[in-house]
Structure formats: structure tokens, C-alpha cells
């Protein structure tokens, strides 16, 4: 009997190493190995066999069983290997890696992170508020009269409910001070949207930079001061800033900032980058009757407000003179940033 099972042990191993491909080598296995192969019908023979064999005969079977397995696990690793080599064949595994594109920043992105990093490092906290917003927080909390221009249906997306697309984000300012109390000091980035034309300064969806600070004794001094550094920390010490006097419902006095732009072979010429001016009393005014308290009181605090526009630091930043270039998606341009 034992002899038997070394003759299927001989047997299963020739097969097994004759076996060319994974298919062939499982074949062997069931063969072999399986519920129904040639070890397991051998073993069904135990019964037959004398007590005093058993030992012997059981003996043979696990020998037999160690042997096969090794055989078809050593098998599958020598057929693994071929399919390897052959998969590889004929490339040359010395050359140079091809090289994949890799991804890079916007450079909005770029600049509104560093336009974040500089003024965080001012004192500014991060704040933020919806684009879909009210009218309420939107104009006339910024005491921004129902005549006013920006109001107009031809200036501003509205939505059939009263909502709109905030035109700018000074909303946050409104949202802001309903709840904290001061003094406050936030920066808040994000987008705009205005029913302007297209054109090489103008898209109707864009990206400002809104700030506020608001506190005792507060002065225009701070404001001038404050941008100045800003805009010399974001485009080198000697950036030429010019503040105009403005308008603004929500700011008096008002002011619009230019800094000059440079593009390579062309004139330089002043490009507008902000708005800014004290906070009006009438804003704080109105905030003090929401909140229905003292903490913004116009006789105990003064403030100051901009906003500038992301897409315009972008410009000036990187010369760049049309401002769709920044959302055409085209990476022959984006990928001089990146
Ligand atoms: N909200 C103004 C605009 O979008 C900018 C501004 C912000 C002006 C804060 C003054 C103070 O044009």
C-alpha cells in the first residue's frame, strides 16, 4: 500500500513539473490534491488496512500530501516568474522614466494665499459668509439706499425669492459684527458676482478680499498704513499706491486704491485694486439696532473697511493684462505658475 502511495506522490510530482501553464498546473492540482483526486481515494483505502499499518500508511499519505504541495507552490512561482519576464520583454528597463506633467497652483490661488498669509500675520482672523445672500445684508445693513445703483436688477444677479449673488463681500462685515463684539479684526476672502461685461478687467463672477477692524480710536492713519504695508509686503517695497478719494455708502471718508501695474513692453498705467474708507456711523448704527445693544456703538468705536479684488492682485502680481486669462483654463498659461 505504502508503495502505492509513493508511486502517486512519483506521479503528481512529474505532473506537476510538466504543467506549462497556470491552467494546467491547477488541473494537476485537482488531479492530485482535490476532493476527488488520486491521495484523496488512496486515503479512502485506510479502512482497509491493518490496525498495525495504519501508522505507517498514514505516514506515507502526509509525506506524500507535503511533497505535492511543495511541488505546485515551487511550480507556480517559476510560472509567475516567466509571465513576468515575458511581460517585460523587450522593454528597456534602464531608460528614463517619461515625465508625468505635474499639477500646480492657480495663480489666484497663489495670491490669495499670500494675500491671506501677509495679513494673518497682521492680525487678521479668517472669516466668511455666504454667496447667496440677503438684501438686507447685502445693501442696507451697509446703508446702501433702495435707489442705489448696485441695487439695480441690470447691476446684480437676483434670485426669484429676493435673494442674490452678493456683489461684493462686505456682507461678511454685517455677518461679522451681528455676531462678535469688538474689537474685531477679520479678513474674508471669496467671490463676487456683478452683471458687468466681459471684458480685460471686467468678469461677472470675480474675487475680492474683504477686511474690517474695528475698535476704540481707530483712525484713517491705521487704514493708510495698514494697506501700504499690505500691498508693499505683497508686491515688493517699491510698489507705487495711490489713494483716490471715492464713494462708498457704507464708508466715509471713502477712497479707491491704485497701485501701478507693469507688463512687459507696455506703458505702465495705474490699475484699481480696492476699495476702502471708515466705517460709516450709519452702518454701525444699524448693526446696534439688530443686535439690540451697545457693543458697536458710533460713539465708542471706530473702524475701517476694504476690499480688494484677488483677480486684480493676480494681474499686477504676474503682469498679466486681460484678466479671462485667469479663468480660460488654458494650461499653456496656467503652467508658467505653477
Ligand atoms: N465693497 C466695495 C466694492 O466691492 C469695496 C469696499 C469694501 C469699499 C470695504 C469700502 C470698504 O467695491
Redesign the pocket.
Known amino acids: 500500500m505504502t508503495t502505492d502511495i509513493q508511486t502517486i506522490q512519483d506521479q503528481a510530482v512529474a505532473g506537476i513539473s510538466a504543467a506549462t501553464d497556470q491552467r494546467s498546473l491547477e488541473e494537476a492540482r485537482v488531479a492530485f490534491l482535490g476532493k476527488k483526486g488520486t491521495l484523496a481515494a488512496a486515503a479512502a483505502g485506510m479502512k482497509d488496512i491493518a490496525n498495525e499499518d495504519k501508522p505507517a500508511f498514514g505516514a506515507a499519505l502526509n509525506k506524500a500530501r507535503a511533497a505535492i504541495t511543495t511541488a505546485l507552490e515551487s511550480k507556480t512561482l517559476e510560472l509567475q516568474n516567466l509571465a513576468d519576464q515575458k511581460s517585460i520583454a523587450g522593454i528597456d528597463l534602464t531608460l528614463p522614466a517619461r515625465q508625468l506633467p505635474a499639477g500646480g497652483l492657480h495663480p489666484l490661488t497663489i495670491v490669495k494665499d499670500r494675500a491671506i498669509q501677509i495679513l494673518r500675520r497682521m492680525g487678521f482672523a479668517l472669516a466668511d459668509g455666504p454667496e447667496i445672500e440677503t438684501e438686507y445684508h447685502c445693501f442696507d445693513a451697509l446703508n446702501t439706499p433702495d435707489d442705489h445703483p448696485a441695487r439695480n436688477e441690470k447691476d446684480t444677479f437676483y434670485f426669484d425669492g429676493g435673494k442674490l449673488l452678493r456683489t ?1 463681500t ?1 456682507s461678511v462685515q454685517i455677518r461679522t459684527m451681528e455676531n462678535t463684539t469688538p474689537p474685531v479684526r477679520i479678513i474674508a476672502p471669496g467671490s ?1 458676482y456683478r452683471r458687468d461685461d466681459v471684458d480685460a478687467t471686467h468678469l461677472p463672477v470675480f474675487n ?1 478680499l ?1 477686511g474690517l477692524y474695528v475698535d476704540q480710536d481707530v483712525k484713517l492713519g491705521d487704514l493708510k498704513g495698514t494697506l501700504e504695508y499690505f500691498l508693499q509686503a505683497m508686491f515688493g517695497d517699491n510698489t507705487e499706491v495711490r489713494f483716490r478719494p471715492h464713494f ?1 455708502p ?2 466715509e471718508p ?1 477712497f479707491e486704491i491704485d497701485v501701478k501695474l507693469h507688463v512687459q513692453g507696455q506703458e505702465p498705467k495705474w490699475i484699481e485694486v480696492a ?3 471708515m466705517v460709516d456711523p450709519a452702518v454701525f448704527k444699524s448693526i446696534s439696532k439688530q443686535r439690540g445693544d451697545e457693543s458697536f456703538a458710533p460713539a465708542k468705536v471706530t473702524g475701517y ?3 480688494m479684488g484677488i483677480d486684480r492682485l493676480a494681474m499686477i502680481q504676474y503682469g498679466i493684462k486681460d484678466i479671462r486669462a485667469l479663468i480660460e483654463n488654458d494650461t499653456r498659461f496656467l503652467s508658467q505658475f505653477a
Open positions: 461684493h462686505s463676487a475680492q474683504e462708498f457704507f464708508t471713502s476699495g476702502c474708507g473697511a476694504f476690499g
